[in-house]
């Protein structure tokens, strides 16, 4: 390391070439209250465990090209399978139908969105684990539903209580403190990244989809 890495490199300069500038402030904008027992996520976690989709950050073939640049770049910073391991439920038609009815309809209602084509992704973080900085790509929200040029809204979702070392930060908002069914927009042109230094397992939901007219 070498003393200009302590205020540039890679990303950073992309950072800038797209204007993004954490002195701006952007106020982050909570959404509805949804109705959350954690203990029932907490079960469909145990037992369907072995068919989580499990991925560290790295470059992947159904990822658009600015997805896997992003991804690029966070690697060569050293955030890599070492300490970027997630535990992905959702990827699947048959995995989103059996989240989102555990989810239930009334509590998608009140995010919005039209139920038929809503994207429910359950995801976990185990202590020391992060989602590094980037912006969302969709991808594979508009794969399930075959709308390649449509732009979704997407919620993050508390599931597990607020707990030593988690966060959520958009843009220049660090967020904690939440309570399961706390809700939080995730705009489409926000950067963002969250994480788990803490010692308990960090349990989510990205709930994508089209708001209902």
Not at 39 to 54: L, P, V
Not at 152 to 178: C, E, K, T
Request: with cysteine; glycine share 6%; charged share 20%.
């Amino acid at each position: 390391m070498i003393k200009k890495d302590f205020t540039t490199n890679n990303f950073v300069q992309l950072l800038k070439e797209r204007n993004v500038d954490l002195s701006v402030s952007i106020p982050a904008q909570s959404g509805p209250k949804l109705n959350i027992n954690p203990e029932d996520w907490y079960d469909y976690i145990e037992e369907n465990f072995y068919q989580a989709f499990t991925v560290y950050w790295s470059p992947r073939d159904f990822l658009d090209a600015d997805s896997n640049y992003q991804m690029s770049l966070t690697r060569e910073l050293g955030l890599n399978q070492g300490n970027t391991l997630k535990y992905d439920w959702g990827k699947t038609s048959k995995q989103n139908t059996a989240l989102k009815s555990l989810l239930g309809t009334e509590n998608i209602h009140r995010l919005g969105f039209n139920p038929d084509t809503t994207l429910v992704r359950l995801l976990c973080y185990t202590p020391g684990n992060c989602l590094p900085i980037h912006m969302d790509g969709y991808e594979g929200w508009r794969k399930m539903f075959n709308k390649p040029n449509v732009m979704p809204d997407r919620y993050s979702v508390m599931i597990s209580p607020w707990h030593w070392g988690h966060f959520l930060q958009l843009h220049d908002q660090m967020l904690a403190n939440w309570e399961p069914g706390d809700t939080w927009i995730v705009p489409n042109d926000v950067w963002h990244c969250s994480g788990n230094s803490g010692i308990l397992p960090k349990v989510t939901l990205t709930v994508t989809g089209e708001k209902n007219d």
